[in-house]
């Protein structure tokens, strides 16, 4: 929706940046080497990443580049233009759709331009000079015009504290004008914004002389000028200040990963992150106002699957800005009644326990045992909903539970394995709340106790003999049939099972299961693509889908075939799905909903209908979990490194696992551990015999084979 209420503040003498910060450091933060873009004189586009199917597909429009802070979003073009920001307002109200019941208002506004003025002559370099648009630190944006005489960096950041405290709602826009000749150049900046979408539009206009080898930076607040709180927050410290701050937050919650065999992989990996921790959106308050799809495009529809998949690696990264969002998912736990949707707790089983979920999460990789302490009507939520979703159960039957629809796609079978995941993990971690912080132990008791009967319940009526060996099955009805043989491409509960705790990656079944989604035992795999796709359950199923097929491969469905990767070459050969996936990601590091349209032959790819947070979270938490063997838990402080056969060498440094921060060096074999916390930490090592510590506070290392689950 595009309104023409924002306005923009410039302050260019009152304002001020400081000249060696900027220069010498910001300048210098390292580009994206894949996710960038270069238009040469000739106006011919060149992507980093080659290999990507979206390569031959790049305009000056065309794929943008996002950025966030948790407050707003802006969308910048590959020739730099800066085409729309977006704000999330104060309200939600009813949507109807099977996946999500509230749709919030945004507001949309661009785009901003800047033209040059050289010798009485007006440049425009977002059409006319040779750029490049990368990413800052995998992070921010920034494009490098370059014309004979002068060379110009345009810089795009929403800016966030380093403690992720402050989201102020504004974007600092960095102008950077050097001259690269051997004479002076005069000119000047022109700003430009389009009347039609700012009232009567302005042009600002600040002149500059520069000798040989200076450059001059233009910092420009692009903000509400009725948002004063945002002004004066800005205003009080200088840009170069806020620029620091947000860089420093981005390098607090990514650390520093590379893969000196991948560095491909080890950028995706960071960039998902920094994707999905962009999602969060607060209103004017400061108050959840929703969780985005994806970054771009930006839309007022919210599906609740779509938004905890993508917040959920905020779970492990920044779990200050997680606290808010697990009482919003509680307030819409339950979908209303409508004559086209059941409502109530079994609508979406999943849906109803995001918000228990990403409690029992926040607590194993915090400890933070004050934040419950404190909210007495979350917990009482919390366990309300658990509550009701005990009494949907059907006596005499399995502890196991009904559900509806996965997101806004069928559930299939009387027990629905994925969703049932869900309400294992739910009364399990919950439990473990009311246990070790509420110091209800009677509750407790009961709740491990379902948790422990929907285990060996789901494990006995939901694995079946499959192609390859026992395994899982999407749904099971209660008289032990199975509606379809299929893995479905939208449901992901199921893939993480080892990040949450249900079983080891390496669990026959769980591995099986993910085999068979990706070989045509699966109805829904299509081998053309290579995917998997949503709500198509074969010929002679005993049900149908609720709509006609969209689409013939869902992104999700490519995370689920990387879990049934079990050796080097599955995983990284030249058909291996990480270089699949490094195919099918955009130029810009994006990943579509549904890359491929129907009848679409593979590489033949398509950018609809809008970026796939689901995926982009789900990875974040999978491939750490799942891949690098990694986990945390807060409360006892242990940290498990468990690599599978498929682990190269890698470093990963300084990165956060809910409060505490880490360092892991593994080169052949060889585990480098450093804990960086205030206090001990047990690292427990499994299948690593060689374990080395560096200073730090651990003061434990215990090295065993942990068992198959």
Request: hydrophobic fraction near 35%.
């Amino acid at each position: 929706m595009i309104k023409n209420i924002l306005i923009t503040l410039f302050l260019f003498t009152l304002w001020s940046c400081n000249d060696i910060y900027t220069e010498d450091t910001i300048l210098n933060i390292p580009r994206t080497k894949f996710f960038q873009v270069s238009r040469d004189e000739a106006g011919k586009w060149i992507a980093g990443n080659t290999e990507s199917y979206y390569a031959s597909n790049i305009n000056d429009s065309t794929p943008v580049f996002t950025v966030g802070n948790g407050s707003l979003s802006a969308a910048i073009a590959p020739n730099g233009t800066l085409t729309a920001c977006t704000f999330g307002d104060t309200y939600c109200h009813p949507s109807q759709n099977a996946g999500g019941w509230v749709k919030w208002k945004r507001t949309v506004a661009g785009p901003v331009k800047f033209k040059i003025e050289i010798e009485g002559n007006t440049l425009d370099p977002s059409v006319d000079w040779p750029c490049q648009t990368a990413f800052l630190g995998n992070t921010i944006p920034i494009t490098e015009y370059n014309s004979a005489n002068l060379k110009v960096s345009v810089i795009v950041c929403p800016p966030i504290s380093t403690d992720g405290q402050q989201r102020p709602r504004g974007i600092i826009w960095e102008i950077c004008v050097q001259n690269t000749s051997s004479v002076t150049q005069n000119g000047a900046i022109n700003l430009h914004i389009p009347g039609q979408l700012f009232l009567k539009g302005t042009i600002t206009r600040q002149g500059f002389n520069l000798k040989p080898g200076n450059k001059i930076w233009f910092p420009v607040l692009l903000a509400n000028p009725d948002d004063r709180a945002t002004l004066a927050a800005l205003i009080r410290k200088d840009a170069a200040y806020w620029l620091k701050e947000t860089f420093a937050y981005w390098q607090r919650v990514t650390g520093h990963f590379t893969i000196p065999g991948d560095p491909f992989t080890a950028e995706l990996f960071t960039r998902m992150t920094v994707a999905s921790l962009q999602t969060g959106a607060l209103n004017s308050k400061g108050e959840p106002a929703g969780v985005l799809f994806g970054t771009y495009p930006f839309n007022e529809l919210d599906n609740f699957k779509d938004s905890y998949y993508a917040i959920l690696p905020s779970t492990q990264r920044d779990p200050i800005l997680l606290q808010p969002f697990i009482a919003w998912f509680a307030k819409y736990a339950a979908r209303p009644f409508e004559p086209k949707y059941p409502g109530g707790i079994t609508n979406s089983l999943g849906n109803t326990l995001n918000s228990v979920l990403l409690a029992g999460l926040y607590y194993q990789t915090t400890g933070d045992s004050e934040f419950f302490k404190a909210r007495p009507k979350l917990v009482k939520s919390l366990n309300s909903i658990l509550e009701q979703v005990i009494a949907s159960r059907k006596v005499p039957g399995p502890w196991l539970f009904p559900s509806f629809f996965i997101s806004d796609g069928k559930s299939l079978g009387d027990y629905h394995t994925g969703s049932n995941v869900c309400a294992w993990r739910a009364f399990e971690s919950f439990a473990r709340i009311l246990e070790e912080v509420l110091d209800d132990k009677t509750t407790a008791f009961r709740y491990h106790e379902i948790a422990a009967h929907i285990k060996t319940d789901l494990d006995q009526h939901n694995i079946i003999e499959g192609p390859f060996g026992p395994q899982f099955i999407e749904g099971r009805d209660a008289d032990g049939s199975v509606p379809a043989m299929i893995h479905d491409g939208e449901e992901s509960d199921a893939t993480l099972m080892p990040f949450y705790d249900y079983c080891m990656f390496n669990f026959p079944p769980y591995i099986n299961f993910n085999r068979f989604a990706k070989s045509t035992h699966n109805a829904s795999f299509n081998p053309e693509t290579r995917g998997i796709v949503w709500e198509y359950y074969g010929t002679g199923a005993k049900v149908q889908p609720v709509g006609g097929l969209m689409a013939d491969a869902t992104f999700p469905g490519y995370i689920t075939c990387l879990a049934g990767c079990t050796d080097a070459e599955s995983l990284n050969g030249s058909n291996g799905y990480l270089n699949e996936i490094r195919r099918l990601t955009d130029v810009n590091g994006m990943w579509w909903w549904w890359p491929y349209k129907k009848g679409a032959t593979r590489g033949k790819v398509q950018r609809y209908p809008f970026e796939c947070g689901w995926a982009e979270g789900e990875f974040a938490v999978f491939y750490p979990r799942n891949f690098l063997g990694l986990s945390y838990d807060a409360p006892t402080h242990t940290f498990l490194f468990s690599p599978p056969p498929t682990t190269g060498d890698f470093n990963w440094s300084d990165f956060p696992m809910g409060f505490d921060t880490f360092s892991l060096n593994y080169q052949n074999g060889v585990a480098d551990f450093k804990n960086s916390s205030s206090h001990p930490v047990i690292f427990i090592a499994d299948t690593i015999t060689r374990v080395k510590v560096s200073a730090g506070g651990t003061t434990k290392v215990i090295i065993k084979k942990l068992r198959q689950q």
